[in-house]
């Protein structure tokens, strides 16, 4: 396991998630764009993950998938999947026109659904472990 590359996830996830609040607090609010940022943040977390138990992920953008996935080394992982579920509309085809109509609820729905993973105990274990870890 490369704790680099699971620090690397992290962060990014992190990114995403930190630009989908900036862009909700802007005076015009991108709603697909605050969701897509959310889907994205969920999915780095699942792929950190992933990694750090030695397991290549698979190129998707399914959330559920990869939570699945994820709930194969770790049960609990089924406890955020109706997150992932949530969010997983907003992986890749919101980035297309005449897809999806979102809105502001749609809005609270995706940040409370990255809030409850970010902050899941897993993930949370995972980013004190690679914090400690010096490479």
Do not use: S
């Amino acid at each position: 396991m490369n704790t680099h590359d699971v620090r690397e996830w992290l962060r990014m996830a992190d990114n995403d998630f930190d630009t989908a609040l900036l862009l909700n607090v802007a005076v015009r609010r991108h709603y697909e764009i605050i969701c897509y940022h959310c889907a994205q943040a969920v999915e780095k977390y699942l792929k950190g993950f992933l990694i750090f138990n030695d397991i290549l992920p698979m190129k998707t953008h399914n959330l559920t998938r990869l939570n699945t996935d994820c709930t194969e080394l770790d049960a609990n992982f089924i406890l955020v999947y109706d997150e992932c579920e949530i969010l997983n509309r907003f992986a890749t085809d919101i980035r297309y026109p005449n897809q999806y109509e979102t809105n502001d609820v749609d809005v609270v729905r995706a940040i409370a659904a990255v809030e409850k993973v970010r902050n899941f105990k897993p993930i949370l274990d995972l980013r004190a472990i690679v914090a400690d870890i010096q490479e």
